[in-house]
């Protein structure tokens, strides 16, 4: 039972994610745009989508697995493409930026963990 309300939980966090992408895509898009990314606004919506196609398929258990592999690949290039915080001058920015990095790593293992366990 503890089981499938984390996966529950797990799977509505990437669903209302993903819901967040798409409606507030400036808000993202201009964060994108700081961080460097091409076609800012196209990958925030992708991204959007994905996160949700992620979040529903990790809720089915046929799907899990694959959505367990979607979903960490997603947050391994974020981590890297979007939290680099290694680049950044300003300690703030830098601090924020480090710990998203590992918040993605940490929903990776938990990903991993209850997906596949």
């Known amino acids: ?4 309300t984390l996966i529950g939980f797990i799977g509505l966090f990437f669903v209302l994610n993903g819901l967040n992408h798409l409606f ?30 992620g979040g529903l398929g990790f809720m089915i258990p046929a799907t899990r697995q694959a959505a367990v592999i979607g979903l960490c690949v997603f947050l391994a290039l974020a981590m890297v493409l979007i939290h680099h915080f290694w680049t950044d001058r300003d300690r703030d920015t830098r601090l924020f930026e480090m710990l998203q990095f590992s918040k993605n790593l940490l ?8 997906g596949f366990a």
């Not at 039972?1 to 499938?4: A, I, V, W």
């Not at 400036?26 to 961080?35: K, P």
């Not at 929903?107 to 209850?114: A, D, F, K, N, Q």
């Open 24 to 53: 507030n895509t400036m808000i993202l898009e201009e964060y994108a745009h700081r961080q460097r990314l091409t076609h800012p606004r196209a990958l925030v919506r992708i991204s959007g989508v994905l996160l949700i196609a």
């Open 1 to 4: 039972m503890l089981k499938l």
């Open 107 to 114: 929903i990776m293992v938990e990903l991993v963990y209850v």
